[in-house]
């Protein structure tokens, strides 16, 4: 069963991504589920993000360090996330990416450390160790999003173990890099916070709602939208290792979540599989639905 213990450390002062988590710490009700693991409280999920903050201050990573997240989607993703930006700037790609791609992102991001999935493999490992940037392991346990984190400390490096501001940076994104070279996009934990609590406020979001999340969570769709401002509410996030039609609607039986966000290829594709699923369909739990990052064609919509 998911932990009941508190964040060890008060909420911090300011709009801070941390204090999104550790303002729900008292609370027993779900954070994190996920299919095939135990379902995490907001408590457990509290204890998570200050583990992972001490394992990381413990190897001498902290505020000033750029640690980049290449990992499959899932609880572990989402709680890898909210821990490293409660202590650090975190920068996740796409775990898809070839060796080539991941020498340009680590260099051009000047990464103090990589966080990938222990006995998956990625081409990103070889390429950080060749940059000389430390590789740490995660170790997912049973309930979402609860893991362990074993590697060595970078060279020589000397944490600043104090809290973030609202003005320091929480988030390093790229332009998609079509028409040129990929730009860095810095995002402030000022600027999520005021974001995910938009996004919440807009859509009514509440303690009852959950949210069926599709999206990546090396995007700002999927981070933003879905699991910050589902965490700002108090609801939920399931949180599926991928998006597929036939999948969804399982997920949608197991889970009963009262919302989703997609991009419109997505809507798409489930709209294309709700004939053969219509039992399920009959039975939905959804409040509504959210679509965003390009237009949506009137005939989905209708």
Known sequence: MATTEHSREPAPAGDCISGLVSVRAPQSTIALLAPEREPLTYAGLAAQVQSIRENLNRLRLGR?????????NGPDMASAFLGVAACATAAPLNPGYRAEEFDFYLTDLKASALIVQALLGSPAIAVARRLGIAVLELCPQPQAGRFTLRGAAPGNARADTTSPLPGDIALLLHTSGTTSRPKLVPLTHANIFASAAHVAQTLGLSEADRCLNVMPLFHIHGLIAALLASIRAGGSIVCPPQFGAESF?????E??????????????????????NRDIVARHSLRFIRSSSAALPPAVMA
Not at 64 to 72: M, T
Not at 249 to 253: D, E, K, Q, S, V
């Open 255 to 276: 889970f009963k979540p009262t919302w989703y966000t997609a991009v419109p290829t997505m809507h798409q594709s489930v709209l294309a599989h709700c004939r053969e």
């Open 64 to 72: 000033n360090d750029r640690i980049v997240l290449v990992l499959p």
């Open 249 to 253: 609607f399982a997920r949608l039986n």
